[in-house]
């Protein structure tokens, strides 16, 4: 396969229509076929998104360490690049809206951001062959080989803080795109949602007259003893690997596929935005628990800080989260 030739692309409507039709109309498969051949596969294996997260997603350092010599990890980043493409770049609707586009004179925004978008997954995708050849089959790089700045620049992080505050298209902001500060969002909504669906926003300190931090991870550890009784739309142990993934990046700044940002993002949905329940939409609906699991998990927690401090006292708001009778 020639992998270069797969790679390139324009920054014109015309090329990303190409381009995506080649790989609705058997390009991603072609390729696909290609890493199972060095994988010495014959057809993709068939995972679940739960294992998927469970594969492609580290909660440390020392668990990337162990994933990316495995395996089981580049299989799963096949089923979830197949998944990112087939559900939200080769759909007939998504290449249909772009053949309808009207470009605008000069520096067309939907084309720009959309040709970045798609060139750094295919990108992504000589780089994963590659990664696969030298970690797993300990190859030698080829003639043509790819690489890229594993870590995040602090100073492009600083130069998009104005694109978040004044949109991407203003007199104060930079255009590019740092698709990688998702994860940073990611962590923090994460984090978000664990603590005011439960109500756990912190401590106050009596002695100190202070408000202190209570660690997610204290709450990860209690919500545990009582997983089998907490609906999550998503499994916890996937919340916490997401969490671990995302402080990776934000204490680190390392990267990851491009693809992976936007499957972790589509895997989310239904835990952040809510489910359907008995035919009806609800907001909070991504965590259910009866009200006296959850009046024992707030318990057990003010139980612990009185055992470890008795000035602390558990600083609560009110749950956002859906109590089921």
Not at 35 to 60: A, C, F, R, Y
Request: charged share 25%.
């Amino acid at each position: 396969m020639n992998i270069q030739k797969f790679i390139e692309l324009e920054e014109t409507k015309d090329s990303i229509l190409q381009k995506l039709k080649y790989l609705r109309n058997g390009g991603l498969n072609e390729y696909i076929d290609y890493v199972l051949s060095e994988m010495g596969l014959k057809k993709l294996p068939q995972k679940n998104d739960d294992q998927i997260i469970q594969q492609i997603l580290s909660k440390t350092p020392n668990d990337l360490n162990k994933k990316v010599a495995s395996k089981e990890h580049y299989k799963a980043h096949l089923c979830a690049l197949k998944n990112v493409f087939e559900k939200m770049l080769l759909n007939d609707g998504f290449i249909e809206n772009i053949e309808k586009y009207n470009i605008e004179e000069g520096k067309d925004m939907v084309i720009y951001n959309y040709y970045n978008l798609l060139r750094e997954i295919l990108f992504d995708l000589a780089l994963f062959i590659q990664d696969y050849k030298q970690v797993i089959k300990k190859e030698n790089p080829e003639k043509f080989s790819v690489g890229k700045n594993l870590y995040q620049r602090d100073f492009s992080l600083y130069q998009l803080v104005p694109q978040i505050i004044f949109g991407q298209v203003s007199f104060h902001s930079f255009i590019e795109r740092e698709p990688n500060l998702s994860i940073a969002v990611i962590r923090q909504l994460l984090e978000l949602k664990i603590r005011r669906g439960f109500g756990i926003m912190g401590t106050y300190d009596k002695s100190k007259d202070s408000f202190e931090p209570l660690p997610l991870s204290q709450i990860f550890d209690e919500l545990k003893l009582f997983k089998n009784d907490i609906d999550f739309a998503i499994p916890l142990e996937n919340i916490i690997r997401i969490n671990g993934w995302a402080n990776i990046f934000m204490h680190s700044g390392m990267k990851d596929y491009t693809w992976t940002l936007i499957f972790v993002f589509r895997y989310m949905h239904e835990f952040i935005k809510g489910r359907t329940i008995n035919g009806k939409w609800k907001s909070n609906s991504g965590i259910r628990i009866k009200q006296t699991t959850l009046d024992t998990i707030i318990g057990g927690l003010e139980l612990k800080l009185i055992e470890k401090n008795e000035n602390l006292i558990l600083h609560k708001s009110k749950p956002d989260i859906d109590i089921i009778t």
